[in-house]
């Protein structure tokens, strides 16, 4: 489950930031200081999103984003906007003063954002790669083809058929698929 971390170099805006989070129910898991204490627990957690502003006791906000462990994102609350050399792509950015209601927003998005499970690609077996690699060398010796032709091939004839890539390379091996 990703969990959010407050970290603002202030105590009071530390506070205030968990209160508005917490009154809005959202559950805040740690607040702190410094990058090294946010460093310390995201190193014991899952993920999460970091809520924080451009300067902590000991290092900017784009340094600490990229010492985060994977799994985490980052909200910056900055004065005036993307703080000086804080050009981060990946980094989200909240102009500050920020209204109650649009930090809740920012922070509800990122974690619907980072909970939605990715599905992993499927990778191909190591026979279906030797079969696809077979066909692959069949079209070049008999096409013509050069191998980005002959995969290119492969591939064209799968989807207009609706097949596997595997399924196709099957056809050309038994000499089901003319080659032209």
Same mark, same amino acid.
């Given at each position: ?23 809005? *129910? ?10 090294? /204490? #946010?460093?310390?627990? =995201? ?7 970091? @809520? ?11 340094? @600490? ?13 900055? =004065?005036?906007?993307?703080? /000086? ?25 990122? @974690? ?14 190591? /026979?279906d790669c030797r079969i696809i690699q077979q066909a692959?060398? #069949?079209?070049?010796?008999? *096409? ?27 056809? #050309?091996? /038994?000499?089901?698929?003319? #080659?032209?």
């Amino acid at each position: 489950m990703n969990q959010i971390m407050v970290a603002f170099a202030g105590e009071r805006t530390r506070q205030r930031m968990t209160e508005i989070l917490e009154s809005s *129910g959202i559950s805040v898991a740690v607040s702190c200081g410094t990058g090294a /204490e #946010v460093l310390g627990r =995201a190193g014991r957690m899952s993920g999460g999103v970091v @809520l924080c502003g451009s300067e902590l006791y000991d290092m900017m906000a784009d340094e @600490l984003y990229e010492d985060l462990p994977k799994g985490f994102s980052m909200l910056l609350l900055a =004065a005036g906007g993307q703080p /000086e050399g804080c050009a981060h792509p990946e980094i989200t950015t909240l102009k500050a003063p920020v209204e109650r209601s649009a930090l809740v927003h920012a922070v509800q998005a990122m @974690l619907r954002k980072s909970e939605t499970p990715r599905t992993p690609i499927p990778r191909r077996s190591e /026979e279906d790669c030797r079969i696809i690699q077979q066909a692959k060398t #069949v079209l070049m010796e008999l *096409g013509g083809m050069t191998e980005e032709q002959a995969h290119r091939f492969l591939q064209k004839r799968s989807m207009d058929a609706g097949a596997k890539m595997v399924q196709t390379a099957r056809k #050309v091996l /038994e000499g089901q698929l003319a #080659v032209s």
